[in-house]
């Protein structure tokens, strides 16, 4: 069973900058596929990007050329850099194991953990 802790979340002005981090634990933690999520207030929770044990990544819907995620197998950890945030990026961001990516399509998580919360406001 994996278990995940988000942090780095807070409040922001438009424009600025966040680095999340996800802190994972579990046996099979480096050959799992992890990955982002994030839900928006009244928003369904939308799939930012999932990253492969050798670094391969793929996009979800809410992904953005502002954002970058990373992946330590080291240290078991994994981070989300996000830049020039927007109102529109409010939301509760989520660390996920187990992304299935079929076709280069994010098909779904096994788990994700309590969210880290991200409020984008003047």
């Known amino acids: 069973q994996v278990q995940l802790v988000e942090s780095g979340g807070g409040l922001v002005q438009p424009g600025g900058s966040l680095r999340l981090s996800c802190t994972a634990s579990?046996?099979?933690?480096?050959?799992?596929?992890l990955g982002w999520l994030r839900q928006a207030p009244g928003k369904e929770r939308e799939p930012i990007s999932c990253?492969?044990?050798?670094?391969?990544?793929y996009p979800g819907k809410a992904m953005s050329p502002r954002f970058t995620i990373s992946r330590y197998l080291d240290n078991n950890t994994m981070y989300l850099q996000m830049n020039s945030l927007k109102v529109e990026d409010t939301g509760v961001y989520y660390c996920?194991?187990?992304?299935?990516?079929?076709?280069?399509?994010?098909?779904?998580?096994?788990?994700w953990g309590q969210g880290t919360q991200v409020t984008v406001t003047p």
């Open positions: 579990g046996f099979t933690l480096k050959y799992s596929t």
């Open positions: 990253i492969s044990f050798d670094g391969s990544t």
């Open positions: 996920a194991a187990d992304c299935t990516v079929i076709g280069g399509r994010i098909m779904g998580f096994g788990s």
